[in-house]
């Protein structure tokens, strides 16, 4: 085994500010789940979809709590791969590294939803090649937005942001002026429509041939099938490098989206269950109807562009550009070819970014139903987010100092408690999104990581990697 560690000094503070980082860490999060897993959550559960919504922001942030407290300690020039590298170890951060490409799958959610929106709005577009070609679309405009830099893709990525909570807010405070059905009246028999929890009749081995897995129907399920929109702020970390002053700014846009996201996406789930009946959505997953229903025509148009539209190509935007960074960081430090993680003229990833696009399209080119690929990536998600916990674990002992200065520091043991619950938290969504799914894309899926833990365990033991330290405190 080769694996030399060269230090590098920290690089100069760079360009984002809270403004930029807590739109980054906004647009990351505010995307196809608040408006596309909405009405899916209702048929689901009944007028207690707001409820779900409002538990699974806080079962959410509990999933990825420790990450306020890193973010507040250390500098990260490569995210979650940097603090694996760092303080996991070189073997751990080579299966990081491997399993990471998987996740690039979350860019066809994006694709995929933006193109249901257009054909609920847009019947000439409803047909299956007219979505294909709109979900295609978008993911190229965005992969050429990011081949064009951090800077003009942080600019974009701020005007959009904006202009998606104006219209999240419009949609909000028309649907509440329109509400018509019992959805505050806890003992109604619809609030709970299927109960606590449905399973797929049959048991485990009709579950086995279902494409929706074991978990069919009910509250508990619902509040799981929401909890993947909650948790995308925690990818700010990966700005450290880029950051004017992360330490203090980073921590400051994680905590900031957790009020945004109550008043946002508790807002959209009250207006959308209040005004617009589970009967009159049929077989929509979008929130198109009831936008039309409440709205004036011309408010109905404007909210689409921003509202949901802009959701999902705020998210696609920054997706693209955090997922290059750890790729990249990997790339330099040997785990991945070098020329992959190569570099245009403006700083962009430019085969990093080509590969993204690619795994992106090819759920949109298969067709795959929204709530399945959210389930594909949430597995993905959780099963290397136990990866983090290792790091979690050792980073006070690691950085003593930097913890005890850093302006978030709490005792020890409450640290390390509240590591232990997300923990125990993460563990819950992995073995929901195993039994959300059906058999075959779940093994096919585990067999895939696997194969990844192997090649980074054989890397880390043949290959000849150099990791740059890429993990500053002042």
Request: charged fraction near 10%.
């Amino acid at each position: 085994m080769s694996i030399k560690v060269i230090e590098e000094p920290a690089p100069k503070p760079g360009v984002l500010k809270k403004p930029e980082l807590f739109a980054l860490s906004i647009g990351q999060v505010i995307g196809a789940g608040v408006i596309t897993l909405i009405v899916p959550a209702m048929k689901m559960t009944g007028y207690s979809a707001w409820l779900a919504y409002f538990i699974a922001i806080f079962f959410g942030f509990i999933t990825l709590a420790p990450v306020v407290f890193v973010a507040s300690t250390v500098r990260l020039g490569g995210g979650f791969y940097s603090l694996i590298c760092d303080m996991a170890g070189p073997t751990v951060s080579g299966i990081y590294a491997f399993g990471y490409l998987a996740q690039t799958i979350s860019l066809s959610l994006f694709g995929v939803a933006a193109a249901e929106y257009m054909s609920d709005t847009f019947p000439v577009f409803s047909g299956s090649f007219s979505k294909i070609v709109i979900g295609i679309f978008l993911l190229t405009l965005f992969y050429l937005v990011n081949l064009m830099g951090i800077n003009i893709m942080a600019t974009i990525q701020k005007y959009m942001t904006w202009l998606l909570i104006v219209a999240l807010l419009m949609f909000t405070a028309f649907g509440i002026a329109n509400i018509k059905l019992p959805i505050f009246e806890f003992t109604n028999p619809g609030f709970l429509a299927n109960g606590w929890i449905q399973f797929t009749k049959g048991g485990l081995l009709e579950a086995l041939k279902s494409e929706s897995g074991l978990l069919k129907a009910g509250f508990i399920p619902a509040i799981l099938l929401y909890v993947y929109s909650t948790q995308g702020y925690m990818m700010t970390i990966a700005y450290g490098r880029e950051s004017k002053n992360a330490t203090h700014d980073i921590p400051f846009a994680i905590l900031m989206s957790v009020p945004a996201l109550i008043v946002l996406y508790v807002g959209v789930a009250i207006a959308a269950t209040g005004s617009f009946s589970i009967a009159e959505f049929g077989n929509s997953t979008s929130l198109t109807y009831a936008a039309k229903a409440i709205m004036p025509n011309f408010l109905f148009y404007v909210f689409i562009i921003a509202g949901p539209i802009m959701c999902l190509l705020s998210t696609l935007n920054s997706s693209f550009a955090f997922s290059a960074i750890t790729i990249g960081q990997s790339c330099e430090d040997g785990w991945l070819p070098k020329k992959f993680g190569e570099r245009n003229s403006r700083g962009a990833r430019k085969y990093v970014l080509t590969f993204m696009y690619i795994i992106g399209v090819l759920p949109i080119i298969f067709q795959l139903r929204i709530t399945t690929i959210t389930n594909l990536i949430q597995l993905v998600v959780a099963a290397l987010t136990f990866l983090y916990f290792v790091a979690y674990f050792k980073m006070p002992r690691k950085y003593p100092e930097a913890w005890n200065k850093s302006h978030l520091n709490i005792p020890n043991w409450i640290y390390y408690t509240i590591v232990v619950i997300s923990l125990l938290a993460n563990l819950i969504i992995f073995l929901k999104s195993i039994i959300s799914i059906s058999f075959i894309l779940a093994m096919s899926l585990i067999v895939a990581l696997a194969i990844a833990i192997a090649i980074g365990i054989w890397r880390s033991r043949t290959g000849d990697i150099n990791i740059h330290t890429s993990v500053w405190v002042k």
